[in-house]
């Protein structure tokens, strides 16, 4: 049995439903227990309640140090100025005892985010996960080119290599993410948890 947990932060819904995808790729696998958690809402209520989020979300709320518990944790957030947003770099920073104590490493990491448009950052998020990652020594795990839709022009869409993603737009034009990207974290947590299987057993099977 392996354990995988996938924390995201989404003030608008749409890394939530990703997250969701995420789990149902990874529970395609025998003997894995996907978790679906979140990190905490770090916008005043009031404000976040002027600017639309959806504060009621289903998920709970994750703590830096129960990490350790899982044999494989996938990150999404929405991307903030290239970046990840505040609320997700709050919850790594919390992560020192972790660090400290070697608690992540030989883990399996991987990331997935959103933007609202197609150069929005997708890139530098996930590589910016990536390098808080390795610093705790952990497998990093992108979203590999045997997902064929990752060169697809049928559509305006996310994916990387580096993790899965997807494109909101805005305004008028804003939606949520589609059924292709959602296929795009399906393949993702699939397949994060089919190495993760592996290296677990590899474990057992050497002790």
């Known amino acids: 049995m392996s354990d995988i947990l996938i924390v995201y932060y989404s003030s608008y819904g749409h890394v939530e439903l990703m997250a969701r995808a995420q789990a149902d790729g990874a529970s395609r696998v025998a003997g894995t227990r996907a978790v679906v958690k979140r990190v905490r809402e770090l916008t005043p209520p009031d404000i976040a309640k002027a600017a639309g989020f959806r504060l009621d979300q289903?998920?709970?709320?994750?703590?830096?140090?129960?990490?350790?518990?899982?044999?494989?944790?996938?990150?999404?957030?929405?991307?903030?100025?290239?970046?990840?947003?505040?609320?997700?770099?709050?919850?790594?920073?919390?992560?020192?005892?972790?660090?400290?104590?070697?608690?992540?490493?030989g883990k399996v990491g991987s990331a997935f985010c959103s933007t609202a448009s197609q150069h929005g950052g997708q890139e530098t998020t996930l590589t910016s996960f990536h390098s808080t990652l390795l610093h705790h020594g952990m497998i990093v795990v992108g979203l590999p080119y045997t997902h064929k839709d990752l060169t697809t022009l049928r559509?305006?869409?996310?994916?990387?290599?580096?993790?899965?993603?997807?494109?909101?737009?805005?305004?008028?034009?804003?939606?949520?993410?589609?059924?292709?990207?959602?296929?795009?974290?399906?393949f993702q947590g699939e397949h994060v948890a089919r190495i993760t299987s592996q290296l677990v057993a590899g474990r057992k099977a050497s002790s």
Request: charged fraction near 20%; glycine fraction near 10%; include cysteine.
């Open 155 to 186: 559509e305006v869409t996310g994916g990387t290599p580096y993790g899965a993603s997807c494109v909101t737009g805005a305004d008028k034009e804003l939606r949520m993410p589609t059924a292709l990207e959602l296929d795009m974290c399906r």
């Open 58 to 105: 289903a998920a709970p709320i994750a703590e830096p140090g129960e990490l350790a518990q899982y044999d494989a944790i996938i990150f999404g957030t929405p991307t903030r100025f290239g970046n990840m947003a505040s609320q997700m770099r709050n919850f790594l920073d919390q992560t020192g005892a972790l660090w400290a104590t070697h608690a992540l490493v």
